[in-house]
């Protein structure tokens, strides 16, 4: 594979570490991944500048070309409307969020959101909280309501007056439930993204122009952040694993470096974001790929024929 990634075992996928031979889940997943090794194409959002070097390796390694990276889909159109109105029900409304984010300087304001899937228990939820205190920096906190699988109490407690002493002054803004994310990172006073690495999340902050914070937790989000941490570089590492507990100290540092007029990844991920746009534009490489694949599904039906 190009670049050698190297895992340690534990951050390999548990879909890998917990098969088991003739388990109907294991053997359901292993049926997912022989299907799209035998599938006919594979239609991949992503785009060519971003990782060309591995949608190549796949294709060798599948032994055809029908891989198409047809992306960014998600690319913001600028229609306001469009992006408040995208999502679920919040604690925060949309126009709320955006007339704070007015008062706040260009990239001085680190969104935190670890998307639909993540858990944080109450230690993580405190190193997280005191980071973001040490920082100094602003931030919205997008903070998922615990669900019946977990214990009540154990997990997305904030610390005891985090919130009246920090996001209570107008510093931070506590979002619980669904946040509007992609208008988030939209938004010019927002600089620097704490992510879990999952690959939406990534695609929306490279498209948006804002570097992040990584704190991969499960699935292939540790392949993720090494892409981004050590091969892009435009994020650093803050923590890693699913059960790990970030050092405050270590964390407000990084914050507040990525807020800093003198944050090196700015500028390289404002260079993707050309890049994804180019790449969706007539004759950019995504386009260009759509079009293969639509050609070459008007071939297919009339070879049927």
């Known amino acids: 594979m190009p670049n050698s990634p ?24 292993k049926d997912i991944f022989r299907g799209n090794i035998a599938s006919w194409g594979l239609v991949i959002n992503s785009f060519t500048e971003l990782e060309g070097d591995y ?19 998600h690319f913001l159109d600028g229609e306001k409307s469009g992006l408040m109105d995208r999502g679920g029900p919040s604690s925060v409304s949309a126009d709320d969020i955006l007339t704070w984010l007015d008062t706040c300087g260009d990239n001085k304001v680190v969104y935190a959101c670890f998307g639909s899937q993540a858990v944080l228990n109450n230690r993580q939820m405190e190193g997280l909280a005191l980071g973001l205190e040490k920082s ?82 499960a699935a292939d989000q540790f392949l993720n952040s090494i892409l981004l941490v050590n091969e892009l570089k435009v994020a650093v590492k803050v923590c890693e694993g699913a059960e790990s507990v970030p050092d405050s100290t270590e964390l407000a540092r990084a914050v507040t470096l990525s807020v800093s007029e003198n944050w090196a990844a700015r500028e390289r991920v404002t260079e993707l974001r050309r890049a994804a746009v180019e790449a969706i534009k007539p004759g950019g490489s995504s386009a260009k790929n759509l079009d293969a694949l639509v050609k070459h599904l008007s071939e297919f039906n009339l070879q049927e024929k």
Request: charged share 20%; with cysteine.
């Open 6 to 29: 190297v895992l340690a075992w534990w951050q390999v996928s548990g879909l890998y570490r917990r098969y088991i031979e003739r388990a109907p889940f294991s053997e359901f997943t």
């Open 55 to 73: 949608l190549d390796y796949l294709a060798n390694e599948l032994g055809h070309d029908r891989v198409w990276d047809v992306g960014p889909l």
């Open 136 to 217: 100094g920096a602003r931030f919205i906190w997008s903070i998922k309501e615990p669900t019946n699988e977990h214990v009540e109490g154990d997990h997305w407690a904030l610390p005891p007056g985090f919130e009246d002493r920090v996001a209570g002054t107008g510093r931070g803004l506590i979002i619980r439930g669904w946040s509007p994310q992609v208008m988030i990172l939209s938004h010019r006073a927002v600089g620097a993204f704490l992510t879990h690495c999952g690959w939406n999340s990534i695609l929306e902050g490279l498209v948006a122009g804002v570097s992040m914070l990584a704190w991969p937790m």
